[in-house]
């Protein structure tokens, strides 16, 4: 066996690449959201930044897909595997168990991780190539009537919303869980003082919400 592949058949190696395929993840939801907010400055300015993303940038949008694609694959992979793991190394579960630490983000990592795949596929589907299509017709190179008309869909709106509470539990337990397994952040017996991890899990998860509430309270109009 390689180097390589005891890496990656171990715990530690398994938990590795967690950590870092969901740092990744972390940077470019972050980038996401900032481009994405940009709706609120008005249907110019959203489209145009789509158009630079097609256009200049499209060539790098590919390599970041790639990039981003591969870290979810493997994100998966090493969770499953794990969790598999975990369950053959303890069949019998505790009658009563009640860990030290333990927070509702923490305790839902593997039923949101499931809910975020899912979103993941979908939004794929709904805004990147156009294949599921809620609100009807698809308008080419208009990216603010795209979200406006779409998250006029209540039930759109909905498990957008949802998603991103999912996403910012995800983040909260998962961002501190990664820099621990590289060693950049020491155990804490007090989960609601890691400060940074919080502080990025509510602006991400509030930052993407933001958009269908704006639909729906009619902040953000236009579209079809």
């Known amino acids: 066996m390689t180097r390589l592949g005891a890496f990656w058949a171990s715990s530690v190696g398994k938990k590795t690449v967690m950590a870092?395929?969901?740092?990744?993840?972390?940077?470019?939801?972050?980038?996401?959201?900032i481009g994405n907010l940009q709706a609120f400055q008005g249907a110019q300015r959203i489209n145009a930044y789509g158009l630079i993303l097609h256009g200049p940038l499209n060539e790098l949008l590919w390599v970041v897909r790639i990039v981003l694609l591969t870290s979810v694959v493997l994100h998966v992979l090493a969770a499953y595997q794990l969790t598999i793991r975990d369950r053959a190394a303890r069949p019998v579960g505790y009658a009563r168990r009640e860990p030290q630490v333990s927070t509702l983000a923490a305790r839902t990592m593997r039923w949101g991780g499931v809910?975020?795949?899912?979103?993941?596929?979908?939004?794929?589907l709904h805004f990147t190539t156009g294949t599921i299509r809620p609100a009807g017709t698809v308008l080419e190179g208009d990216v603010y009537a795209n979200i406006v008309g779409?998250?006029?869909?209540?039930?759109?709106?909905?498990?957008?919303?949802v998603s991103m509470i999912a996403l910012g539990l995800h983040l909260y337990h998962g961002a501190w869980s990664s820099f621990r397994s590289l060693g950049a952040a020491p155990a804490s017996p007090h989960p609601l003082q890691r400060r940074l991890t919080l502080a990025v899990a509510l602006i991400v998860s509030i930052g993407f919400a933001l958009i269908p509430v704006a639909v729906l309270a009619g902040m953000l109009r236009g579209g079809h």
Do not use: C
């Open 20 to 33: 870092v395929t969901g740092l990744i993840g972390v940077v470019f939801v972050i980038a996401h959201m």
């Open 115 to 124: 809910l975020l795949l899912i979103f993941i596929v979908f939004h794929i």
């Open 150 to 161: 779409s998250f006029r869909v209540p039930w759109v709106a909905a498990f957008y919303i």
